[in-house]
């Protein structure tokens, strides 16, 4: 099995801060490119971020860059996404999963499942 679990999602405060984690399970998550992918209701999914398999290379959204930043922590077997300052438009089921090329995220290809997610809200 390749499953990726996302976790960490929650309500916070406009320019809070919440850290998401990409924990794999069933496969090594240090052979694979990894992308953090958003979805507002009503919206489409839109890439957020990715990273490559040894962290050298990252992208992120505009709307992301300076505030967001992707890790990866392959002895644990774990992606991170630490969201800084974040605004009400940071709202929506994030999640992660298997790309083939940390591109731009406009380009992001998806190459596993997706999981259930997990929820960010902001609010007031």
């Known amino acids: 099995q390749l499953q990726l679990v996302e976790s960490g999602g929650g309500l916070v405060q406009p320019g809070g801060s919440l850290r998401l984690s990409c924990a794999a399970s069933?496969?090594?998550?240090?052979?694979?490119?990894i992308g953090w992918f958003r979805q507002a209701p009503g919206k489409e999914r839109e890439g957020v971020s990715c990273?490559?398999?040894?962290?050298?290379?990252?992208n992120y959204a505009a709307s992301a860059k300076g505030r967001f930043t992707i890790s990866r922590d392959n002895a644990k077997n774990t992606v991170y996404l630490q969201m800084d300052s974040l605004k009400a438009e940071d709202a929506a089921v994030y999640y992660c999963?298997?790309?083939?090329?940390?591109?731009?995220?406009?380009?992001?290809?998806?190459?596993?499942?997706w999981g259930q997610g997990t929820q960010v809200t902001v609010s007031s």
């Open positions: 999963a298997r790309i083939e090329i940390c591109t731009p995220v406009t380009l992001l290809k998806v190459t596993g499942s």
């Open positions: 069933g496969f090594s998550l240090a052979y694979y490119r």
């Open positions: 990273i490559s398999e040894r962290g050298i290379t990252t």
